[in-house]
């Protein structure tokens, strides 16, 4: 079983900066991509950044320039580095993990307990 644990969320001030992690633990053969989804209450859960294997990165639109998806392969973790945080940025953010094997690139998918993220005077 996969374990992803996320870290770096907290209080942060409008216009403050923070950088989220996710570090995944156990059995890993080979992995499809990650990514970071956020839920702010009442909203539906959506997808903030992802990167493939391959280094390919997703964003949405109003987080472009704001957001920025990294990943250091040698430990299978991702980042997020998150800039000129807006209120509306409040949320859970979630790490996710989809991994690959016997040739299926959605063999399994992982997400981690989420750490809230919240921007705030």
């Known amino acids: 079983q996969v374990q992803l644990v996320e870290s770096g969320g907290g209080l942060v001030q409008p216009g403050g900066s923070l950088r989220l992690s996710c570090a995944p633990s156990g059995r890993i053969f080979s992995i499809s991509g990650m990514g970071w989804y956020r839920q702010a209450p009442g909203k539906e859960r959506e997808l903030v950044a992802s990167i493939t294997s391959g280094g390919s990165t997703n964003y949405q639109d109003s987080m472009k320039g704001r957001f920025t998806i990294s990943r250091d392969n040698a430990k299978n973790t991702v980042y997020l580095q998150m800039n000129s945080l807006k209120p509306e940025d409040t949320a859970v953010y979630y790490c996710?993990?989809?991994?690959?094997?016997?040739?299926?690139?959605?063999?399994?998918?992982?997400w981690g307990k989420g750490t809230l993220v919240t921007v705030s005077t």
């Open positions: 996710n993990l989809a991994l690959m094997r016997f040739g299926n690139p959605n063999y399994a998918n992982y």
